[in-house]
């Protein structure tokens, strides 16, 4: 599940008179779940003032009192916690009290259907946490916390932005790691824009960029005539960004010679014009940037050590587009919007075939190379709705080959087994690409989780094998 839920399982409170119904409730849901169970409402609301729950589950009629009151009293102390009510011998009318007081669900006894119960389960956490979430979120903005242009729902990127929250004050170096294309200095701005220097310069380099022989007069600024084309004194990139941040992208495509004289600046805080004969001190924050493993780089003598710790005081390491596929939907909208505006279409929309297409791309240049796709799509749409064949070529010849290689093993075989062939594929291949998350698998899916299981069942697939250590 998409919530700080997936790190500890969640507490759940079974309230019952009947011990058949605690033990199987228990038995039932303590694989996946911390269950206690109580045997009246006395004994649950010690148990509640003990310790922490995320749900109570509680019979509607017990001896010492009823359902009803335990509900009310929960809603009362403990409004986080959401409520199952469990209707045996009460009536409708009961049940429908339940949830005007607030019962996030009610199920039957017996309880045959243990899946739904599941369901139900996994539903009130979702709830609970996007709640959390929005609260979290209007607390940033209360705070004075800037985080536009981030676009991203998954864990892993408002993992991210937690993060920049804590440290964007803190004006310490940041280290931030990734393949290209994710959006490194999308978060660098962000870092910058929620920083104490945010009213001075925010001034980006990518050193790859700049000839070698060039960068250190780029940066540390050079003398006329400290060499042939240098006409006039110019200041660099440092002196730029006095007072404010500078961002260095690609640190790794610097020479071990040139990383010596960035490691001086970093640690005294001065640098030395080209040609010059004295120091100048500097107040800029740095954040670096690579799409490399800096550890090694270090292990093959292509950077130095003492520069990486140095600049690694607080990494933040930005996921490949692949692993946070949940970000797809919203960041291809997102695109789609902002290319309508630029090229005059209003109101463009998505078909649902374009986008199961964008879901199954690899996205080798993350969230660049999705970006380049809609806005070629936009700009070639002739319709309020992109069609596939607004798509570059390269997207559509890359889903033909996978249809094509799919196509060339289900021609063997006759239809229903084909059928099999393709739906046990497509399992695999999703829950590999969702970690062995099968609610994350059966959102992005649409398939009800209940239906996702009876299909793993009949292909022989444990969901579990999928899941990374």
């Given amino acids: 599940m998409d919530s700080e839920f997936n790190k500890f399982p969640a507490k759940i409170l079974v309230v019952d008179d009947e011990e058949d119904t605690r033990i199987i409730f228990k038995r039932k849901l303590e694989n996946e779940y911390y269950v206690e169970t109580a045997t009246s409402t006395a004994e649950a609301i010690k148990l509640l003032e003990a310790e922490e729950f995320h749900i109570a589950m509680t019979d509607l009629v017990m001896p010492d009192q009823d359902g009803i009151e335990l509900l009310k009293m929960i809603k009362k102390r403990w409004p986080q916690i959401g409520v199952i009510v469990i209707s045996g011998k009460a009536s409708i009318e009961m049940a429908v009290e339940a949830m005007k007081n607030g019962a996030e669900d009610f199920i039957e006894k017996p309880v045959e259907d243990l899946e739904l119960l599941h369901l139900m389960i996994e539903k009130i956490l979702r709830l609970k946490w996007q709640t959390q979430e929005i609260d979290r979120l209007r607390r940033m903005l209360a705070q004075g916390f800037e985080h536009t242009n981030i676009v991203g729902n998954s864990p892993a990127i408002q993992n991210i932005i937690e993060k920049v929250r804590k440290v964007a004050p803190l004006d310490t170096t940041i280290l931030i790691t990734g393949d290209t294309g994710v959006g490194k200095e999308l978060f660098a701005e962000l870092i910058y824009r929620n920083s104490k220097r945010k009213d001075k310069k925010f001034v980006a380099v990518n050193c790859g960029s700049l000839p070698e022989n060039l960068l250190e007069s780029m940066l540390f600024g050079h003398k006329k005539g400290s060499f042939t084309s240098a006409v006039r004194d110019k200041i660099g990139y440092f002196q730029e960004a006095d007072g404010g941040t500078l961002f260095l992208d690609e640190i790794t495509e610097t020479s071990t010679a040139f990383q010596v004289k960035l490691l001086r600046a970093l640690e005294k805080g001065i640098i ?198």
């Avoid at 919203?330 to 929309?349: I, R, T």
């Avoid at 399992?427 to 998350?437: A, I, Q, T, V």
């Fill in 272 to 469: 030395r014009w080209v040609g010059a004969d004295r120091d100048i001190e500097i107040d800029v924050r740095i954040i670096a940037a690579t799409n490399k493993n800096l550890e090694e780089e270090v292990k093959k003598g292509n950077f130095r050590e003492d520069l990486y710790y140095r600049l690694n005081v607080i990494n933040i390491h930005i996921p490949p587009l692949r692993d946070r596929i949940e970000d797809i939907r919203l960041l291809a909208k997102f695109f789609v919007s902002q290319f309508s505006e630029k090229y005059d279409k209003p109101g463009m929309q998505i078909s649902d075939q374009v986008m199961s297409l964008l879901m199954t791309q690899e996205w080798k240049g993350n969230v660049r190379e999705l970006r380049n796709v809609i806005e070629h799509a936009v700009a070639m749409a002739s319709h309020k709705v992109l069609l596939t064949e607004d798509l570059p070529a390269s997207i559509l010849q890359t889903s033909q080959d996978k249809d094509l290689t799919r196509l060339s093993h289900l021609l063997h075989l006759d239809y229903p087994r084909a059928k099999d062939y393709f739906e046990k594929s497509y399992l695999e291949e999703l829950l590999l690409k969702c970690n062995g998350d099968v609610t994350r698998a059966a959102r992005i899916s649409q398939i009800k989780r209940q239906n996702m299981y009876e299909k793993f069942k009949k292909h022989d697939i444990d969901p579990a094998q999928y899941r990374g250590d």
